[in-house]
């Protein structure tokens, strides 16, 4: 994917991002990270070592 194409989908995910929380003002450098980062395919978050190989009892 060439960079202006890159940039298109990252515009197109960020803003859908920006209207889900409400198109809040003044943070559109972390919904563009965001998006960035699941297009890149970053987002998913390491488990912490106190989340590794826990049950949750409910």
């Known amino acids: 994917m060439t960079k202006p ?3 298109e989908e ?3 995910r960020a803003y859908l ?3 889900e929380a409400g198109r809040p003002s003044g943070r559109e450098h972390e919904f563009w990270a965001q998006a960035s980062r699941e297009i ?3 987002d998913a ?3 912490g070592p106190e ?3 826990r049950s ?3």
Do not use: F, S, T
């Open 51 to 53: 989340r590794r190989g």
């Open 10 to 12: 990252v515009r197109d």
């Open 17 to 19: 991002l920006w209207e």
């Open 45 to 47: 978050p390491e488990q």
């Open 5 to 7: 194409d890159r940039d």
């Open 40 to 42: 890149e395919g970053v």
């Open 56 to 58: 949750v009892a409910r």
